[in-house]
């Protein structure tokens, strides 16, 4: 049609526009101008992933720093490889003044290690010159009761100014555990004491509010850990016995016992199923007891040597100190199933929720430490390298951590909050962005880097030589004194090469246009 209605000079036009604008299509192409289009269709990938760990998943927790008890140094993340000369045993929560009290030996004394809850610094070390044990806060009059292993002592410290202001002499102690009662006021010491016929009985001796000793309970058997049942008003105490006995609170008389496993230690009161849980050391097994009827509902099987348990009110999980596999085992309350371990310190033993900052602290008795771990969910943020060769090594650096890839993504796992990064050098190329801040909110987010090919140019001012670059392999041009600065490639975004090439077709139809009509 277009060689019979134009003339051969309309024609050549025609073919020259043509050819023009093919041109321009394939350098488009040529300059790798589709790059935009492909880095946004990376990046809607990335933001579609949701990708997010196991730990957020079950919201059992981490370990998110670890505390040197004798310089105070906090380290973040799991660091079992510390060991200090403290060996901590037992923890206690002053909700007066948000302080954790840390019961802990050093040689053949004792050492309490404040520290505050707030910002997990040691605020004081108090040293007691018998070895200690358990350890209490009575929230009547504000002291924190501690008990001496083999001293027969109780150390009163006041934690007004975290001072010891009193002791009181309560017999020979073995295994000894402390234990306040909301019910009536009463701290109850499990203890080995001479009774009336000048024998050595088991049992616990009752203190009041006044620090004043009101009675002893023959329990006949060594006593070690208890806690206290709301709903019915029971103190359940673990015994040599491998039993748990039942004290009632009202008038303090034995009521009965339930036979558990091999060496029961820890024991705790669940307040959102009413179950009593005990960590049977030689068992390794936790058995569950049903408060109501007291009657054992069966066996969980923890790590080894589990000794001391815990309660978080927030996820409803117990936590279990394994102390001969340097775990905590989480159980789901719910099914009394495990859901999940974390591994802290070396021989964990106490553990202790702190309800201001949702935080667990464990002893490690062997490792001088605290693990503190974090019940918030881990959320992952993915870095997704674009434009390097297959096989080449980048970095990040997320909140102090540095992470190095030969693939194309990195990734970290991070509470909510806000985190600095920065991109680590790839020679022969830039990166954008390079660095930033990242804000995690509730949800796992991606971030993708673009790194861009460059050209090093070196000018040459005086006397000029030919030098390898080791890193790179290519020739540079340098001289005594010179400056380099790379020349990132000029890449031009495909919407203005798609705009000049509309254009030109545009134009060739209007002067085709214009040439019919004229003819």
Known sequence: ??????????????????????????????????????????????????????????????????????????????????????????????????????????????????????????????????????????????????????????????????????????????NCEILYDPENGYIYVSSIYLNSSIVFV??????????????????????????YDPENGYIYVTTSANTVVMINGKNNTVIGNITVGECPKGILYDPENGYIYVANYASDTVTVINGKNN??????????????????????????????????????????????NIT??????????????????????????????STSPLYTITFIENGLPPGTKWSVTLNGTTKTSTTNTITFEEPSGIYSYVIGNVSGYITSPSSGKIIVSNKSLDQVIIFTSVTHRVASTTSNEVISNTSTSTKHIVSTTFSTQPTPTSVIPIELYLIVVLAALVIVLVVLFIIIRKR
């Open 1 to 174: 049609f277009l060689t019979h209605t134009m003339n051969r000079n309309v024609t050549v036009i025609l073919i020259m526009s043509m050819l023009l604008i093919s041109e321009l299509a394939i350098f488009g192409m040529n300059k790798n101008l589709t790059q935009p289009f492909v880095n946004n269709l990376v990046s809607k990938a990335a933001s579609s992933q949701g990708i997010q760990s196991n730990s957020s998943a079950s919201n059992v927790g981490y370990v998110k720093y670890t505390l040197d008890l004798v310089n105070g140094t906090l380290f973040n993340g799991n660091v079992p490889n510390v060991c200090t000369p403290i060996s901590p045993l037992a923890l206690a929560y002053d909700p007066e003044n948000g302080y954790i009290y840390v019961v802990g030996q050093c040689g053949i004394s004792g050492i309490v290690t404040v520290i505050n809850g707030k910002n997990d610094t040691v605020v004081k070390n108090i040293s007691i010159g018998q070895i200690i044990e358990g350890i209490v806060y009575d929230p009547e009059n504000g002291y924190i009761y501690v008990v001496g292993q083999t001293s027969g002592f109780i150390y009163i410290i006041d934690g007004k100014n975290n001072t010891v202001i009193g002791n009181i002499f309560v017999g020979l102690l073995v």
């Open 202 to 227: 088991g049992g616990l001796v009752v203190i009041n509010s006044n620090n004043t000793i009101i009675g002893k309970i023959n329990i006949g058997m060594i006593p070690y850990a208890m806690t």
């Open 295 to 340: 009657t054992v509902i069966g066996d969980i099987t923890v790590g080894k040597n589990p000794y001391g348990i815990e309660y978080d009110p927030e996820n409803g999980y117990i936590y279990v100190t394994d102390s001969g596999s340097n775990l905590v085992t989480v159980i789901n309350g719910k099914n009394n199933t495990v859901i999940g």
């Open 344 to 373: 802290v310190g070396e021989c964990p033993k106490g553990i202790l929720y702190d309800p201001e900052n949702g935080y667990i602290y464990v002893a490690n008795y062997a490792s001088g430490t605290i693990s503190i771990i």
